[in-house]
T-cell receptor, first 112, second 113 residues
Framework: AQKVTQAQTEISVVEKEDVTLDCVYE???????LFWYKQPPSGELVFLIR??????QNEISGRYSWNFQKSTSSFNFTITASQVVDSAVYFC?????????FGAGTILRVKS | DAGVTQSPTHLIKTRGQQVTLRCSPK?????VSWYQQALGQGPQFIFQ???????QRGNFPDRFSGHQFPNYSSELNVNALLLGDSALYLC????????????FGSGTQLSVL
């Protein structure tokens, strides 16, 4: 079975600070897909990224960057120069069969 | 291009009642998945429909059932509602039963009193 752990329940930062959200996976699969989703107060889950566990290259998209380390089964997400609009709940599900397995999420609060 | 649309937005029911939630997938998508998200928790997979059949089911009782129509839209039915069924129900759509491009709707907030 898959298990996703997001140890940070809630993080508060001041605007323009950098923030890293942690995510750790437990799985017996050798290959799996990992995701990051953002859930603003509207409730809709917004897709951010999908990665294969074999790909350990860092990914950068604007202010967002991701770092996957197979040795620690971690897939961390960094927001550079955070903005108030980044305030949301962030999830890092893994794919298991036809479903996504979610952790509890991390609440990010960015204050102006 | 409309994304995933769900109706109703909010719903209040009492214990023992039955409820039907509806979902229209994003244009071009043929697969619909349903998730339940309790307050303060991550979404949990209920089931997935593709080609009008249930392809995979999560750990939910038979009180939860679904249907997919020829136009790919879907319904989630919950019978004999319990207080614990209060949650945000999210619908997600994709193409050919993959999660590569999984788009979520804004959900239906169900309150059971």
């Amino acid at each position: 079975a898959q298990k996703v752990t997001q140890a940070q329940t809630e993080i508060s930062v001041v605007e323009k600070e950098d923030v890293t959200l942690d995510c750790v996976y437990e799985t017996r699969d050798t290959t799996y897909y990992l995701f990051w989703y953002k859930q603003p107060p509207s409730g809709e889950l917004v897709f951010l990224i999908r990665r294969n566990s074999f790909d350990e290259q860092n990914e950068i998209s604007g202010r967002y960057s991701w770092n996957f380390q197979k040795s620690t089964s971690s897939f961390n997400f960094t927001i550079t120069a955070s903005q108030v609009v980044d305030s949301a709940v962030y999830f890092c599900p893994s794919e298991y069969g036809n479903k996504l397995v979610f952790g509890a999420g991390t609440i990010l609060r960015v204050k102006s | 291009d409309a994304g995933v649309t769900q109706s109703p937005t909010h719903l209040i029911k009492t214990r023992g009642q039955q409820v039907t939630l509806r979902c229209s997938p994003k244009s071009g998508h043929d697969t619909v998945s349903w998730y339940q998200q309790a307050l303060g928790q991550g979404p949990q997979f209920i089931f997935q429909y593709y080609e009008e059949e249930e392809r995979q089911r999560g750990n939910f009782p038979d009180r939860f059932s679904g249907h997919q129509f020829p136009n790919y839209s879907s319904e989630l039915n919950v019978n004999a509602l319990l207080l614990g069924d209060s949650a945000l129900y999210l619908c997600a759509s994709s193409y050919v039963a993959t999660n590569e491009k999984l788009f979520f709707g804004s959900g239906t907030q169900l309150s059971v009193l």
